[in-house]
Structure formats: C-alpha cells, structure tokens
C-alpha cells in the first residue's frame, strides 16, 4: 500500500511576503488604481487599419494581414479577402522580459494558397518607443508609408500605434498576447483573457394558492383529489392534495421559487386531478408573465387575484381558443424584495444585501484584491509527452466575479491584475479560486473538458485591518481520493479601507440578515432547495458568458457540495465543540482543585473573595466585565497578525482515513460496490448508536427534572414538596447574603470533611423515574 507522505505543518502555512507593489523605485509615474500589484512592462503594437494596399494576386486583388514579428514572437491579424483599405483595430501585447529583439516588425501580407507575398514593412527601435501610463490619453496612431525588405518606399500606408506601457493600460484586457502565441481560434483566445462577470439579479418568487372554484374534472363520476403545480424553468413544486375533495378545493399554501432578471421563463399553474395512484389529469392550467408580477418590499400583504384555468395554454404569443366558461384559481403573487438571495453558505457569505435597490444601506468601504502570482503549481495535465499547467484565478464578492487572464504553460504565472469592490458588511468573505484551463483547444468542448481546481482561499474582512495591505502567499490545498495534496502556492495583496469608521460600527449592531428574514422566516428546508436552485440559476447565467464562467468553477466557489456527509467534517466539528467547551471545562477542573484545597493558599484567597463578593454583591458584575476587560486588552499583544487561512488540522484533513475520504468523494446516490455500501452503513449505525445513547442520556435528565412534580414516583414528590415547603419558609426568615455565605462555604469545605459516596441530592436525582421504561 502507498505510504502517505509525513506531515509537515510549514507546508500548509501561511507566509508573509514583501512584494515590489507598484514599481516606485523605477521612478515612473504611476495610476493609483495599480498599487497593489508588481508593475508589468508591455509593448504594445495597436494595427488600425491600412490603405492604398497595390493588387497582388493574377486576378488584380488583394487578400491584405498584417503580421508582428519581434524576435521569436509572431501575431496575426485576421485577412480581408479583396480588400486594399482593410480595418483591423487589433493590439498586440509584448512581455518586456521575454524580449530578446532591439526591434519590432510590422509585416503587411497577402494571403494566397501556396505561399503568402510580402506586400511591406514597417520597423520600429525598442530604443525609439515612447512610454505611456494611465491616466496619459491614448497614443494616437499614425499613419507609416510601407518600405520593402531593402528600405525602400512602396506603395501602401499602414495606421500604427507603438508604445511601451503596463497591465494597467486599457488595452491590456483584448490585446493578443505573446505568452500565449500557442492559442489559436477565436475560442481558444476567447477563454484565456480577463474578464468580470455581474452575477444576475436573483428574486425570491412567492405564489400563494389560495383555492380554485368550477373545476371540471374528466371524470364527473367521483370527487377529484387535487393539488396545483407551479413550473418556472426547471423548477416544480406541488402543494398538497386538497383535504376537501370537492369541486371548489382549498390549499392556502406558499410555494417558493428563484427568479432571475431579466425573467425569461413563465410561470406556469396547473391544477391536476391523482385519479390513481401515479396517474394524474391536468384539470387546468395558467400561464403567468413575471413582468406584470408586483413586488413587495416589506410584510405587508398585496392584493389576490383570480387567474382563469385552461385545458390548453399557449405561451408564444399563439392564438387561443375563446371559452365561455372556465375555471379559475385565486392566487397571491408576489417578488420578494426584502430578501437576500443566498446562494452560498451564511458561513461565508459574500453579501447580505436584500433584492431590492431601495433597501440598500450606503457602502462602509472599498474591497482592493491584487492578485500577484502563484509558485510551485503542480503539472494538472499532459500535453507533448510532459506535464503543464495553464493557470487562471477567479474571485468572488458580492455580486462581482473577476476572472484572469490564463497564463499558458507556466507553474508559476505572474497576473499582477488588481480589482475592487465596494463593501457594504465588515462580516462578509471573499472567495479566491485557482484553476487549470482545459479549453485552449476548440476540440475540448466536445470532449466535456472540465477546468481542473488546484486550490481556494478565503478571507473573511473582519479579520483585516483597516487601510492595511496584507501581502501573503496563500497555500493552495484540495483534498483528494488520496488525501490532503499541496497544489502551490498563491501570492495576493489584499486592502480593506473604511469611509466611515462609526458606520462599520453600528453594523455590528445590526442583524446579519435583512429584516424579512426574521419576520417571515423561511424553514431550513426552503433556504436548501432555494440555494441550491440560486446556485443552478448563477451558473448557467455566467456559463453563457463569453468566456464562460463554467459549472463546475461556479460550484467550486460557492460550495455546493458543503452539505454533504463527511466522517471527515463530523469529527472536526466535534473537535470545535470540545475546543469552544474546553476553557469551561478547565475552568471546572480549577474550580475543583479549589475545593479539594490542592493549592491552600489559592483556595484561602478564593474564600475571601468570596467573602467579599456576599457582603458586597453589586460589586459582582463590575468585577466580572473588569476581569473581561483585562482579559482582552492581556491579549491584545498577541492578536493575530495574519489572515486566516484553510487549516489542514482544524479540518482533518491529514489524519483522515482513505476510506473516509473514498466516501466523501463518492456520488449521491452512490456508485460504490453494495460490500462497501454495507460497511459504511454498519460504520456510520454504529456512529450514530453512540449518538443516539447520549441524545437519549440528555433526554433521560430532563424527563427527571419533569418528574420532580409529576407524581409519577409518589413518594419522590412528595418528599420534594416538602422539601420545597421547609426550604421557602427558612429563606423568608434568613438571609439571602447568609444562606449563599453558608452554600459556598460548604462547597469549597475542606477534604477532611468530605465523603467519596455521591452527596444526598445527587442520589435522590439518580433515583427519579424518566419515560426509558416506556421506550419499545
């Protein structure tokens, strides 16, 4: 069997870097848009277009391209076919450290069959462009007459722009790039650039179906059972089956959907009539546009309306059959404004925004991700006979997805792209995904290529200072079928800056969500089949784009797959819940030592403190937010310096068991052989037996409490209420200052007067009856 490698925490940790942000030391002048980045030098080449083009084919034409040559470096623009004053407006990007030319070639050709002809040149001396950065005005393109290979004039004019200039120029995004010469086809370049993608804007759909009157159903022989269907895309939902099995049923039921601008689907109603068991009839139907649909920004309720049922609907604006009669089903429908959408875990949102616009509170700050480069990445495919990697970065918050360019064939590609977000909740993340680009080549598509993820990274802006730049490479760590894998590591500059300090400050004392949510809560249940269609609406939106945001990415980023079971995850959690309890336990502990006088002279000044805590008892909570108060300020030397960042031991990662990971992995349903089906099911009965044993222990201690005045034990009660009876008339007549002096005297006392047998009110506790004895 394959040993797994030992684990080595550096590995997976966080490492503080000092990159060269902006390039002020090279003295230029600099855009503050692109601080936060290492400064890239580019030539640029923009080919406008070219004129009076001489005929160069027997047939008196011209098929006119231009081509860029600076040393091993070659670009084309696409060909005209009969054309002499050809239009191109192409730019053409250089990577000033790959250069290795003193000059750079414009090479005007015609395209032809067997070998294409030199028409003219144009030829510039890196040592002659002039340098150009935002916010400078764009060059202004010339025109050139074209000489021939010897350097004389010929006839033709080239429109040339030629400049030095960085990633922040606003040519940057669509220029053809050299470092990715090898892509050919509009959609292989397509799918390497930059790009930032708005997600649409999503509503929550609420129909509430009230009741339907004058159904008619095929059978008029038998009372119909009927329910309603409501469709909107790919969504279906049922109310249930009408308890009064008449003609004119009532449901008064809510049925949730997701509904994303602009709303290209229907909503379609169907009243259907369960004639046998898997059998129905469509007893009616309805079309509604959601453009005509009123939306509603508060609780309030709206208006209900009567909407006639159909045997036959049609949706594409086709002509209908006039009816006399028909059904009607009264509904309530509405767009849920007051809302937040989720389509991400609350754990991590990235925004908590409401719908609508109207009900948006003003933005806290601004959000500046620079994202730098990544090293180590491991080879993901194989192409020539040896491994590659063609990396892009994709990040996430609130509604805005950035995507980078694609470095081809690089483990450690250099980005250097800078984006921003406006911040509108301190207690928001942002998301930070890394992938390989499978779909360089037009033949990829068929083949359903799926880009690879190498690894994600998240930061939460609570945890960041205000107008600090935190710069870190970020470890890139996925678990496999194998285990926890270190993909490389991701390099990113990250800024929060606040406009409005006390703002930020009142919003933690707001609640997380918009205020529908607590006033008309949705179940658990709505908010996971809501989230999950949120998600399917987010990813086929951004799929269409150009270039797509694909399924796959999308999924990857907004955890899908996070509600999963895991043995993985459950032991971690675990693990949370005993280290969020173990300072109460330590406390416990100490507070036992106390009372077992380990340390006398500990214990003898707990006793005077405790003195003075009865004598004077307003002092009890100052004392308690004073001793709070030392605490943190104590621990603010030690606040952590660092983002937080994924923890392979907080998540189990490295000490998880192949079998467990080989489950976390597997489909639902799953597609596991029944032997190891079987296992799991015994290994997680097994599991949840032990669970079971404590959830009933709880339940048992509480059934006890109960049963202090339930009678169910006559004499236990009795005894209690007698107890109960002596013990409020000797606390009317004493003290309370003296009877908690007397309780805590007798529970920090001495160990000579202690027993080791269970004290009096513990075995009558033990000794009270629960409901165990009714349990089959």
């Known amino acids: 069997m394959m040993q797994r490698p030992p684990f080595r925490p550096e590995e997976y940790s966080l490492k503080e870097t000092r990159p060269h942000l902006g390039g002020h030391a090279a003295g230029d002048k600099l855009t503050s848009t692109y601080d936060l980045v290492e400064q890239m030098q580019y030539l640029y080449v923009r080919v406008v277009k070219a004129k009076e083009l001489p005929n160069m084919d027997i047939t008196g034409s011209c098929d006119p391209y231009v081509e860029v040559k600076l040393g091993n470096y070659k670009g084309a623009t696409r060909f005209f076919e009969k054309n002499n004053h050809p239009e191109w407006n192409q730019v053409f990007a250089f990577s000033k450290e790959r250069i290795q030319a003193s000059f750079v070639e414009i090479v005007v050709k015609d395209k032809d069959l067997i070998k294409d002809d030199f028409i003219g040149r144009v030829t510039f001396d890196l040592n002659e462009v002039p340098k150009r950065v935002p916010p400078d005005s764009p060059l202004a393109p010339q025109w050139y007459r074209l000489e021939d290979r010897n350097g004389h004039k010929v006839k033709g004019e080239l429109m040339l722009a030629v400049w030095m200039g960085t990633q922040a120029d606003e040519a ?68 249930r089956v009408s308890p009064a099995r008449t003609l004119n049923p009532m449901w008064n039921e809510d049925l949730m959907f997701v509904a994303a601008e602009p709303f290209e689907e229907h909503l379609i109603l169907s009243v259907e009539d369960r004639v046998a068991p898997g059998k129905d009839e469509v007893v009616g139907r309805t079309v509604i546009s959601l453009q005509h649909v009123p939306r509603r920004l508060d609780h309030r309720l709206l208006t209900s309306q009567w909407y006639n049922l159909e045997k036959h609907v049609m949706i594409d604006g086709e002509q209908k059959k006039e009816t006399k009669f028909s059904s009607r089903i009264h509904l309530r429908i509405c767009l849920e404004g007051g809302y937040h959408v989720l389509d991400e875990s609350t754990h991590y949102s990235s925004d908590l925004r409401p719908t609508a616009k109207p009900l948006w509170k003003p933005s806290i700050g601004i959000l500046e991700l620079g994202i730098l480069t990544a090293q180590g990445l491991l080879p993901m495919k194989t192409k020539d006979g040896r491994g590659t990697t063609d990396a892009y970065c994709v990040a996430k918050y609130g509604q805005k997805w950035v995507r980078t360019r694609t ?20 207690c928001t993340v942002i998301t930070i995904g890394v992938f390989d680009n499978c779909h360089l080549n037009g033949g990829d598509k068929a083949n359903g290529a799926r880009d690879t993820r190498i690894g994600k990274v998240r930061i939460r802006l609570s945890t960041l200072e205000t107008d600090r730049v935190y710069t870190h490479s970020y470890p890139l760590i996925v678990l496999t079928p194998a285990g926890v894998k270190k993909m490389g590591e991701v390099q990113l500059a990250v800024r929060f800056t606040c406009s409005s300090l006390l703002n930020m400050m009142h919003l933690y004392s707001q609640p997380l969500l918009p205020k529908m949510h607590y006033v008309h809560p949705l179940s658990v249940m709505q908010v996971d089949n809501l989230r999950r269609q949120a998600t399917n609406i987010v990813s086929t939106r951004l799929g269409r784009a150009e270039p797509p945001l694909r399924k796959e990415i999308v999924e990857y980023m907004l955890d899908v797959d996070s509600h999963m079971w895991s043995m993985r995850k459950s032991k971690a959690n675990f693990f949370r819940i005993m280290g969020v309890l173990s300072p109460l336990i330590s406390v416990a502990k100490w507070f036992d ?25 307003e002092l009890i909570l100052p004392t308690i937010f004073l001793y709070l108060f030392l605490i943190g300020v104590w621990y603010y030397r030690w606040r952590p310096r660092q983002p937080p960042h994924m923890d ?18 597997d489909t639902f349903p799953t597609s596991r052989q029944p032997d190891i089906v079987r296992m799991r099911y015994d290994r997680l ?9 404590v959830v009933g222990d709880l339940a048992t201690q509480g059934e006890r409490l109960q049963s202090l005045l339930s009678w169910r034990d ?5 005894l209690f209420v007698v107890f109960c009876f002596i013990a409020a008339i000797v606390l009317y007549v004493t003290p309370f200052r003296v009877v908690v002096f007397l309780a805590g005297l007798y529970v920090l006392r001495h160990p000579r007067f202690r027993y080791k047998m269970p004290s009096v009110p513990l075995n009558f506790f033990r000794r009270l009856p629960a409901r165990t004895d009714s349990m089959l």
């Not at 159903?217 to 895309?233: C, H, I, Q, S, W």
């Not at 081809?408 to 911040?423: A, G, L, M, R």
């Open 172 to 239: 940057f995004p669509d220029a053809w790039h050299s470092d990715a010469a090898s892509v050919h086809g509009g959609d292989g370049l397509a799918s390497i650039r930059s790009k930032v993608y708005l997600t649409p804007k999503l509503w929550y759909l609420r129909v509430n179906v009230i009741e339907a009157q004058d159904l008619i159903p095929n059978d008029k022989t038998r009372f119909p059972e009927v329910y309603v269907k409501a469709m909107l895309g790919n969504q279906v939902l049922r109310t």
């Open 648 to 665: 392979t031991r907080l998540s189990h990662a490295e000490t998880a068991h192949p079998d467990e990971l080989d489950e976390e992995f």
């Open 714 to 718: 006559p004499r236990a009660t009795a």
């Open 407 to 426: 470095i081809i064939d690089s483990f450690t590609p250099k980005w250097n792209e800078q984006y921003t977000w406006e911040v509108y909740d301190p």
């Open 593 to 617: 030592q106390i009372c077992l006088w380990r340390n006398p002279l500990t214990t003898i000044l707990i006793h005077v403190l405790f003195v003075i805590l009865v004598l004077y008892p």
């Open 685 to 693: 009965r097994s599991v949840a037996g032990r669970i079971q044993t």
